[in-house]
């Protein structure tokens, strides 16, 4: 069992920035890739950015060049730090990891990831 907790969530001004961090316990050895996901209000979750065991990057074109996902392994911890925010990434923001997928490929889809956090709410203000 994989335990995930996110923080760093908040209100920031369009064109601020965050970063959230997911702080992961457990059986952590079995993970092989984390990503971030995040949902916004009446909308399905969708991919932010991914990163594997052996960090390889992956974004969401409407992130990419503003956001960067990064891992410490020395604390179990994975980074999404969010550049020129924008109203419409308002959003509860997810940490999720997975048991599949490969070193070179994370899981694309929710439902290959195993483990969520229970999110953490971003709000964009104009």
């Known amino acids: 069992q994989v335990h995930l907790v996110e923080s760093g969530g908040g209100l920031v001004q369009a064109g601020g920035f965050l970063r959230l961090s997911c702080a992961a316990s457990?059986?952590?050895?079995?993970?092989?890739?984390m990503a971030w996901f995040r949902q916004p209000p009446g909308k399905q979750r969708e991919l932010v950015a991914s990163i594997t065991s052996i960090a390889n990057t992956d974004y969401a074109d409407s992130v990419r060049g503003r956001f960067t996902i990064s891992r410490d392994n020395a604390r179990n911890t994975v980074y999404l730090l969010m550049n020129y925010l924008k109203t419409e990434e308002t959003a509860v923001y997810y940490c999720a990891a997975s048991e599949g997928g490969s070193a070179y490929q994370a899981p694309t889809d929710p439902s290959g990831y195993d483990y969520w956090g229970r999110g953490t709410q971003v709000t964009v203000s104009s």
């Open positions: 457990g059986n952590i050895n079995s993970i092989n890739s």
